[in-house]
């Protein structure tokens, strides 16, 4: 049995682990966190959402991001100061623009295959996360914001998803409890949504049982990369035959300590949970899971008593602040769009969501035989991770249990 450290107690993390664990491998997962998912795999929006695999790389974005640069409380804000790190990852980002259609379908593509594997997860480990098959459902308030998802409805069944357009009357039949001026949506029956800390949690746990060690609470100090194997610092130094980084936005520098880049970029993005203490919020609030187009915000129903609204993109650095003025306009939209909702008990959160300028997951080896990476997941980890776990399993499986070619011989190639 080869061992594998995986670094990384997120969603993408965990679920290698378990990809790993069902192939054969000895797996260690290391944490800085006391517990698995407490950074971006805590509290995001809920959606597992191939609906939403349309990537940012488009004029568009660049033209909404310049005129939202002065404005705290817009759906994107980028700090205006300088630095190296933002501009090499917008240069690239800016680069992948020609990208856009073949990556948006992709991305589709991917997210669909990962529906199956998240069951077979949810299924072995008995986890419960609560979870919702109530499809999602995108509304718009523009003709512009509506001829825009036209098209992308297009790429998206290029990647293998059904979704349809409704009018605001089918709408609101859909969701009774939304108000505001509607125009139109389009419903993706397929798409689903849970709770990612719990699911995360629970795995975690199973993993556990099943003999998978995890090392939490205890920072990877530094990693090296040597003839007969990876070499890990965190306290104490561990050899492994391989290693799988998957670190959210830790990725990049941990990359650098193996001869990698992984140009991440740390996009915070803010959620509120709303808590539906009387019977009135519970019965205003929505069943279906939400996606409003123009504000760039997302609701799930996360069981009976939660509502989880988020969205924003803020490209800020390194930063977990949670700020009032991002945090705000999530409140609004709430009060606006359910207004018999309370809003007095809502629990804000921020998070730094681990993006490539491309918009796609960086899955696969590094320039080392022993090295691999499933991380840059950006706004899909919750939606993706399944998929690319399975990927990066078998890659490694055929690496580490192929006796075609040694090791060492890989290393040299």
Same mark, same amino acid.
């Given at each position: ?107 589709? *593509? ?6 199956? #594997? !998240? $069951?077979?997860?949810?299924? +072995?480990? %008995? /986890?419960? =996360? ?63 949504? *849970? ?6 949690? #629970? !795995? $975690?746990?199973?993993?556990? +049982?099943? %003999? /998978?060690? =995890? ?78 187009? +123009? ?119």
């Amino acid at each position: 049995m080869p061992s594998i450290a995986v670094l990384g107690a997120g969603i993408t993390g965990v679920t290698t682990a378990y990809s790993l664990f069902v192939r054969g491998f000895d797996v260690t997962v290391y944490d800085r966190q006391r517990y698995a998912g407490m950074e971006t795999s805590f509290a995001n929006g809920g959606q597992l959402s191939a609906s939403n695999a349309e990537v940012w790389n488009q004029w568009s974005t660049v033209l909404k991001g310049i005129k939202w640069m002065f404005e705290g409380e817009a759906p994107l804000f980028v700090n205006p100061r300088p630095g190296w790190h933002k501009v090499s990852w917008m240069t690239e980002f800016l680069a992948n623009i020609p990208r856009y259609k073949t990556n948006t379908i992709k991305t589709a *593509g991917m997210a669909v295959a990962a529906r199956a #594997g !998240l $069951a077979e997860m949810a299924e +072995k480990s %008995g /986890v419960d =996360f609560d979870f919702s098959p109530a499809g999602i459902l995108h509304f718009y308030k523009t003709e512009k914001d509506l001829k825009h998802a036209r098209m992308v409805n297009g790429l998206l069944a290029e990647g293998g998803l059904e979704r349809h357009e409704l009018s605001v009357d089918e709408v609101l039949a859909r969701e009774p409890t939304l108000r505001g001026d509607i125009i139109g949506g389009f419903w993706t029956e397929s798409d689903s949504t *849970g709770d990612i800390h719990k699911f995360t949690m #629970g !795995l $975690a746990d199973w993993l556990k +049982k099943q %003999g /998978v060690q =995890f090392k939490l609470g205890a920072p990877v100090t530094d990693l090296h990369v040597k003839e007969d194997g990876v070499y890990v610092e965190c306290g104490h130094e561990e050899r492994f035959d391989g290693i799988v980084v998957s670190a959210g936005v830790a990725s990049r520098k941990f990359a650098h300590m193996l001869g990698d880049r992984v140009n991440i970029y740390p996009v915070k993005g803010y959620s509120i949970t709303v808590n539906l203490d009387d019977a009135a919020s519970q019965a205003a609030a929505p069943t279906t899971s939400l996606l409003d187009d +123009k504000a760039k915000i997302v609701s799930s129903r996360l069981g009976k008593n939660r509502l989880r609204i988020a969205g924003t993109a803020e490209f800020n650095g390194e930063n977990r602040d949670i700020l009032e003025r991002r945090v705000r306009p999530l409140v609004r939209w709430c009060e606006e769009h359910f207004p018999d909702v309370s809003t007095e008990n809502c629990v804000p959160w921020a998070g730094l969501r681990p993006m490539m300028p491309n918009m796609m997951p960086r899955v696969g080896p590094g320039r080392n035989a022993r090295v691999f990476y499933n991380t840059g997941h950006g706004h899909l980890g919750w939606t993706l991770s399944p998929a690319t776990a399975d990927a990066i399993g078998a890659t490694i499986a055929a690496r580490f249990k192929s006796n075609s070619v040694p090791l060492h011989r890989l290393q040299e190639a």
